[in-house]
C-alpha cells in the first residue's frame, strides 16, 4: 500500500510510522476504501489526559458541591424516567457515586474527569482519522485539553460536561466511517446516541442538522444504510419512557427550554452567544483552531469528504444562536473541529504564527487562568461550602425552636431547588426532615404530606407561601459573605403556623421555574399555576 505525503515518506512496517516533523495523510483520506491512517500516537495523549485528570483529581475535593450537583443528588434519591429538567442518566450517575463513596465530593465528580479525559483521547483518534500523523493527535488531544470550556465544565459533575463526552465520541463514529464504511460504525454511532438522550435532548438537533447537512453535500449513501435507521430505531426505543413521562406531566422540559432562553438575557443573550463560544474555546489557541477549523472543514479539497460535519457545526451553533440557547450545548464539537484545524495545519508548510501558538509555553498559558479560577487550592471551607452548610445550620436552628409536639410533623420548604437539596444533603446531619421546594424539578417531587404540622420555610420573601398560613413569624437569617441573593446571602426563615388548605391543593399553585430572578434587585416573588 502506498501512502502518499507531501513532505516525508511513510513506511509501513509493523504499522505507520513517519518523521515526526511532519503530518503524514491518507490516501484520498476519506474516500471510503479504508486507507490507512497513522499510527496512534498512544503514550504522549494518554500521558495528557492523564496529566488533566490528575489535576483536575486532586483540586476536586478543595472546592465544595455546586448548587447542581446537590440537586442531582436530591434527584438521584427520586429515580425517575425524566425530570423536568432533564433525562435521568445524571441522576443516576450521581447517586451511583453517592452510594459507592457517601458525601465524597472527590469522587461525585470522578465521572466528570474521566468523561472529559475520554474526549481528550478521542479528539486524538479524530485528527488521525482525518489524516493527522503523531504531532497532529498530540496537539488536537492538548487544545482540546486547554479549552476554557472544557477545564470550566470539567470541574463539576454536570449534563455538560457527559454530553460533550458522547457528541465527541459520536462524530469520531461518523468521520471513522466515512473513511472506511463500516457499517457496524453507523449502529454504535446510534447506540451512543441513545445514551445521550439520556443526558440531554439536544443531540435530536445534531442529527437534524447532520441529515440535512449530508443531503445538500454528501454523502448521501450514508442515508441508505441500514444499519443507520437500526441505531436510530434504538434510540427512538430507549427514548420512550423519557417521553412518556415528559407528557404524563404536561411536557416541563418545553417550559425549562423557554427559562433557559429568558436566562441567556442576562449575559446578552444572542448578541453575546458566539463572542462567549469562541471565548470558551480558549484564548490564545482555541479561538483561533475554532475559526480555522470550520473554514478548512468547509473548504479544504482533503476534508472535502467531511464538508457535512463543517456544515453540521455550523448550523447546530445557528440553531442554538437562533434558540438563545447556551454556549455549553455546541461543546461537544469542538474536538472535531479543533482536530480538524490541527490536521490542515501539519499538513501546510508551517507559518510562523503556528510555530509560535504550538509551543509549549502557550499551551500552558492557555490553561493557567481557567485552572486557577476554577481549582483553588486553598481550604475547603470556601464561602460557597459554608453557604449550603450555613442554610442547613439556620434552618436547624429554627427548626430546634419549635415545641416539641410540633417538631414531630414540622415540613421545611425552600423557595429555590438548590436551598431543598442543600438542605436533603447537609439536614440529616442536623436532625431535620426531608425538605421540599416547589421550585424546577424539586416541585415534580411532590408536596409535604397533608397531615404536615408547621411549616419552616427559606426563602428572600415569604409572600408566595405565606397567604396560606394565618400565622407567619421571621425567626432567622442566613447571610454568607460572598453569597448569591436570594439563594445564601438576604433569605430569611419564618416559621408557619395555622394552615389554611392542605399542602395537596396549595401544591399546585406555588410552581415557580424560574431562579435567576432572583438574584436580581428587581425580583418580585409570582405564584405560577400549571
Known amino acids: 500500500m502506498r501512502i502518499r505525503s507531501r513532505t516525508a515518506a511513510v513506511n509501513l512496517a509493523g504499522g505507520l510510522t513517519e518523521d515526526i516533523s511532519v503530518a503524514a495523510a491518507s490516501p484520498r483520506s476519506g474516500d471510503g476504501t479504508g486507507s490507512a491512517v497513522s499510527a496512534w500516537a498512544r503514550w504522549p495523549v494518554l500521558a495528557i489526559a492523564a496529566t488533566f485528570a490528575g489535576i483536575l483529581g486532586v483540586g476536586s475535593g478543595r472546592s465544595g458541591y455546586f448548587g447542581d450537583e446537590l440537586y442531582f443528588l436530591a434527584a438521584g434519591r427520586h429515580l425517575t424516567w425524566s425530570y423536568a429538567d432533564q433525562p435521568p442518566l445524571v441522576p443516576l450517575l450521581a447517586r451511583l457515586m453517592d452510594t459507592l463513596f457517601p458525601d465524597s465530593v472527590t469522587a461525585l465528580r470522578l465521572p466528570a474527569i474521566l468523561a472529559t479525559a475520554l474526549s481528550i483521547v478521542v479528539a ?13 493527535q498530540i496537539l488536537a488531544a492538548a487544545s482540546y485539553a486547554v479549552s476554557w470550556g472544557v477545564l470550566v465544565t470539567a470541574n463539576t459533575l454536570n449534563t455538560a460536561v457527559i454530553d460533550s463526552f458522547i457528541w465527541t465520541l459520536l462524530t469520531w463514529l461518523l468521520v471513522r466511517w466515512v473513511r472506511t464504511r463500516q457499517d457496524r460504525l453507523l449502529l454504535m454511532a446510534g447506540l451512543v446516541t441513545a445514551v445521550s438522550m439520556q443526558v440531554k435532548d439536544l443531540v435530536a438537533v445534531f442529527w437534524i442538522v447532520l441529515i440535512g447537512a449530508v ?83 468547509l473548504r479544504s479539497a482533503e476534508l472535502a469528504p467531511y464538508r457535512f460535519l463543517g456544515w453540521t457545526f455550523v448550523g447546530v451553533s445557528v440553531a442554538f444562536w437562533v434558540s438563545n440557547g447556551r454556549w455549553s450545548y455546541v461543546l461537544g464539537l469542538f474536538g472535531l473541529v479543533m482536530s480538524a484545524a490541527v490536521v490542515e495545519l501539519e499538513r501546510q508548510p508551517t507559518a510562523r504564527w503556528w510555530r509560535l501558538l504550538r509551543s509549549w509555553p502557550c499551551y500552558a498559558l492557555a490553561a493557567l487562568i481557567p485552572v486557577l479560577i476554577m481549582q483553588p487550592f486553598g481550604s475547603r471551607d470556601t464561602p460557597w461550602t459554608r453557604g449550603w452548610l450555613g442554610i442547613a445550620s439556620a434552618v436547624a436552628q429554627a427548626y430546634q425552636k419549635l415545641p416539641d409536639t410540633e417538631r414531630r410533623n414540622a415540613v421545611i420548604v425552600g423557595d429555590t431547588y438548590t436551598q431543598a437539596s442543600a438542605l436533603d444533603q447537609f439536614g440529616p446531619t442536623y436532625g431535620l426532615p426531608e425538605a421540599y421546594s416547589p421550585n424546577r424539578g424539586y416541585w415534580y417531587f411532590g408536596p409535604p404530606p397533608d397531615n404536615a404540622g408547621p411549616t419552616v420555610f427559606i426563602g428572600l420573601d415569604s409572600t408566595t407561601i405565606g397567604r396560606y398560613f394565618g400565622n407567619v413569624r421571621k425567626v432567622g437569617a442566613v447571610d454568607v459573605p460572598g453569597g448569591m441573593r436570594g439563594i445564601n446571602l438576604g433569605v430569611s426563615i419564618w416559621i408557619c403556623t395555622d394552615q389554611k388548605v392542605p399542602w395537596s391543593a396549595i401544591w399546585p399553585t406555588v410552581r415557580d421555574f424560574n431562579i435567576a430572578d432572583r438574584t436580581l434587585p428587581s425580583y418580585r416573588p409570582v405564584s405560577e399555576s400549571p
Open 124 to 136: 486524538s483518534l479524530i485528527a488521525r482519522e482525518l489524516g493527522g500523523g503523531r504531532r497532529a
Open 215 to 297: 443531503l445538500a453535500v454528501g454523502p448521501r449513501e450514508m442515508l441508505r444504510r441500514p444499519m443507520l435507521w437500526v441505531g436510530g430505531a434504538v434510540t427512538v426505543v430507549t427514548s420512550l419512557p423519557n417521553l412518556w413521562w415528559q407528557v404524563d406531566h404536561g411536557l416541563p422540559q418545553m417550559t425549562m427550554s423557554q427559562i433557559v432562553s429568558a436566562e441567556q438575557d442576562v449575559t446578552g443573550g444572542r448578541l453575546t452567544f458566539l463572542p462567549i463560544e469562541l471565548l470558551f474555546a480558549g484564548l490564545p489557541i482555541g479561538i483561533v483552531l475554532l475559526g480555522y477549523g470550520t473554514v478548512r472543514l
